[in-house]
């Protein structure tokens, strides 16, 4: 009777085992756990330059040069050849009021010129830059290559100047030097055809020096498109699994001007969304007796952004973009600007998330 | 990322269906062929002439050293959690299937046996994955925990191995003096289907204060895979060993020493290498000009410091699941039938293959034989993959026919189901005939 129970008692706990993970339902759910994982990782990393803070890395200048800047031409008669005449000075009224002088180590001069005269301009003719406030140095020049011929020709002259130049003022103007046509043997009328359009560009990309007037307020911007992660990676990230987010922007900032951080979401219009970093300021460097930055002042800070997953949407979706700028002030006394100032802006971010299997 | 790892983790281990090693053949006398898997010298210790398997077996198991069987399938945050917190040292997921199938043996000697000869085929398909505790955290909790801190990831390696074998087993007893024993051997030529190898590697991983920057150094890995290729049944080929001797101290006791698997697979069809090393920093998008780049993606600049080379066609070998088994076993016979038997076993992986751990596993058992028609015994085991379990089995004996079924771990889960890691089951057959003929000779070394 023993061995018969116990036969018994074995095969009923056999039964049961092999059919126990059958008689519960819900087994084997994942899908309700909710776990959250906390990640912290490099997002980007820059730093603003000189250069690209003091805006002095894109100076554009539109010129008309019109009749009456070149008094050799005359309207009803036909023209003469034309040589080793000067047409200017033209103010480059564009010239941004930002800065008071800066030298250069190495900067381009981009010039476009559109000849809507009725004669052409004869290659070796000078476009030349020259200041006029405490000189009349020129500080930019460059030759026209090849004749450019009339009613519409179109030419450019690309200068790389290299080596420290001289102090650039605030107030540049234009010539044209050593101008020379062939002129034309019919009548023309220099009222429809009476300008030459000069574009002009002037990129300093080694900024030795540059003096910045005091109080002054201006802007940096840029948009950007912005990818968190895509699908093909890192799978997707759902904002409903996002419980914090937060961007931790390091500044260090290298210069004697002081600037607020905004940043707008913007969706695939550019209409705004949303913001971040609602002006949080960065206190320049101390600045010494001269107006400039002392280096060794300059402290990191860290700006702490929490977002929603709103924003955090916004962040990952790639039909929207960012728009963020740098609002600069300056101390009432003109400051001084090196090439080795620069703004430092590390991005990383904390993101706890929930884990879904 | 982090989510296929874990999903590929927890999924490994919620397959479980139960242990690592059937070691429930070896207690129990009715299935010789399973004995001889484990100890190729047992091949033919049993009172048949001809014994035969047509009808597959199958021993599934599944096993962890993390999760008990309880959180794996009702799973719950803090039980997970409580595991991830307290693992210490490294994580074993493993998780296979094998399919013994045909088989036949024939003994030579007309009243002794001289020796037994078997052609045996098996088909296993197995898989692990050995994590550090710091990477397992690490994907589960996520870095941030590990903030301004260097951490060794060092201990990751994964296997798998999907290959169907034929085996020609050999066994014939043996006197030294006064000393009697078996020796055994079985050689295995092995195809592959599939297979995939992981070798263990080691890094060092830096997160800087406030996620500046993270570092990797000393990476340095490589993953090779044979896939299911359908151009070919198979993809690769090897040969593997098992060797074994038994020492028999009278009639009721007897030790084994076996070493398994020795040997090798090559894959050489639809291969695929991926290998990486060196140290990697990441620090984000680096933009040059924050004026001019307007686009930039966050996972790309982190998975390009990941520089991989990938390769395919190009042949790889991986070693098998190696093992060494020391087994005792004491019998106490009524009779000329085994009416008790007490069992130890011991097992140690050489490698962390599929199939097989470093980490140590121990087995013992019990048998009870009512009138050799039905075996019943329970078993207890620590170690390996899953850790402790206890199980039990149960074969009858209808005419030639033997057939039984066991668990290593069921019983374990079922009392203690919060502490178990392992589930396996068990199904046995097999065929025995000629067994009356050589009634007076057992045990047939006698």
Not at chain 1, 168 to 197: C, Q
């Amino acid at each position: 009777m023993m061995k018969n129970k116990g036969t018994k008692i074995a095969f009923l706990l056999f039964a049961a085992l092999t059919v126990v993970s059958c008689t519960k339902e819900d087994a084997f759910n994942y899908s309700d756990l909710e776990h959250t994982a906390e990640w912290i990782f490099p997002v980007a990393k820059t730093e603003i330059s000189a250069e690209q803070f003091t805006k002095i890395n894109d100076l554009r200048y539109d010129v008309g040069v019109v009749t009456l800047d070149a008094p050799f031409l005359t309207t009803g008669l036909p023209t003469p050849p034309i040589s080793a005449q000067s047409i200017g000075p033209l103010d480059l009224e564009g010239t941004d009021s930002l800065y008071v002088q800066f030298k250069s180590d190495n900067a381009i001069i981009k010039i476009y010129i559109t000849n809507n005269f009725p004669i052409n301009i004869k290659a070796g003719t000078v476009v030349e830059i020259r200041n006029s406030v405490n000189n009349t140095d020129v500080v930019f020049e460059g030759v026209i290559q090849n004749d450019i011929a009339a009613k519409g020709g179109m030419d450019s002259v690309i200068v790389n100047k290299v080596g420290t130049s001289e102090w650039v003022d605030n107030r540049l103007k234009l010539y044209l030097t050593n101008f020379g046509s062939d002129g034309s043997p019919n009548v023309e009328d220099y009222s429809i055809y009476n300008n030459i359009e000069i574009q002009l560009g002037i990129e300093v990309l080694i900024l030795n020096e540059i003096e910045l007037h005091g109080n002054i307020n201006y802007i940096v911007t840029d948009t950007t498109d912005f990818d968190f992660g895509s699908t093909d990676n890192v799978g997707e990230i759902k904002e409903e699994n996002i419980r914090n987010i937060k961007m931790n922007v390091f500044v260090k900032n290298g210069t004697p001007l002081t600037f607020a951080i905004r940043g707008y979401f913007l969706d695939a219009n550019y209409a705004v969304l949303d913001s971040v970093f609602n002006n949080a300021v960065i206190p320049s460097a101390l600045i010494d007796p001269n107006g400039f930055a002392v280096m060794s002042s300059v402290v990191e800070q860290k700006i702490v952004e929490e977002l929603n997953a709103s924003q955090f949407s916004y962040l990952k979706n790639r039909t929207q973009h960012i728009y963020y700028l740098l609002e600069f002030t300056s101390q009432p006394e003109n400051v001084s600007v090196v090439g080795e100032n620069h703004v430092k802006l590390e991005v990383t971010a904390e993101i706890e998330s929930k884990i879904t299997l | 990322m982090k989510k296929i790892m874990i999903l590929m983790l927890l999924l490994v281990g919620a397959s479980t269906v139960n242990a690592q090693y059937n070691s429930l053949g070896l207690y129990n006398p009715h299935f010789t062929f399973n004995k001889a898997e484990f100890i190729p010298s047992k091949l033919g210790v049993n009172q048949s002439k001809v014994e035969f398997r047509i009808i597959p077996n199958g021993y599934v198991y599944g096993a962890n050293s993390l999760l008990s069987i309880q959180t794996v399938m009702y799973p719950t945050t803090s039980g997970i959690d409580k595991a991830v917190d307290n693992a210490d040292g490294h994580t074993l997921f493993g998780a296979g299937v094998e399919i013994p199938g045909v088989a036949i043996s024939y003994k030579l000697g007309k009243t002794k046996e001289l020796m037994t000869f078997a052609l045996t085929n098996k088909t296993r398909a197995l898989g692990n994955v050995l994590l550090d505790d710091q990477l397992l955290k690490l994907a589960w909790n996520g870095n941030k925990q590990f903030e301004g801190e260097t951490i060794k990831l060092n201990k990751f390696g994964a296997s798998s191995i999907a290959a169907t074998e034929i085996g020609l087993g050999w066994a014939m007893p043996l006197k030294v003096g006064a000393l009697k024993m078996r020796v055994g051997a079985n050689l295995k030529y092995l195809l592959a289907f599939a297979g995939g190898y992981v070798p263990q590697s080691e890094v060092l991983m830096e997160t800087a204060t406030d996620g500046r920057y993270i570092s990797f150094q000393n990476l340095n890995y490589q993953a090779n895979v044979a896939l299911l290729d359908d151009a070919n049944t198979f993809t690769g080929n090897g040969f593997a060993m098992d060797l074994s001797t038994t020492l028999h101290f009278g009639k009721e006791m007897n030790a084994s020493v076996a070493v398994l698997d020795i040997g090798a697979l090559t894959f050489d069809k639809n291969t695929y290498s991926y290998t990486g090393a060196g140290d990697v920093n990441i620090e984000g998008v680096v933009i040059d000009n924050i004026f001019e780049d307007n686009t930039f993606q966050i996972d790309s600049a982190i998975l390009e410091g990941f520089h991989s080379e990938n390769d395919s066609g190009k042949t790889f070998s991986m070693g098998m699941p190696s093992r060494l088994v020391v087994h005792l076993e004491k019998n106490i016979l009524n009779g000329d039938e085994v009416k008790h038997g007490i069992y130890l076993t011991y097992i140690q992986g050489f490698n962390n293959i599929a199939g097989t751990t470093t980490r140590p596993y121990f087995a013992t058992g019990y048998s009870y034989s009512l009138k050799k028609i039905l075996n019943v015994g329970p078993t207890v085991n620590y170690g390996g993959y899953g850790g402790f379990g206890l199980g039990m089995f149960l074969s009858a004996k209808v005419g030639p026919l033997r057939i039984g079924a066991g668990t290593n771990a069921g019983l374990s889960y079922l009392i203690f189901p919060s502490v178990t890691k392992s589930v396996d089951i068990s199904f046995m057959t097999t065929w025995v005939i000629g067994a009356k003929k050589e009634k007076a000779e057992v045990p047939s070394i006698e």
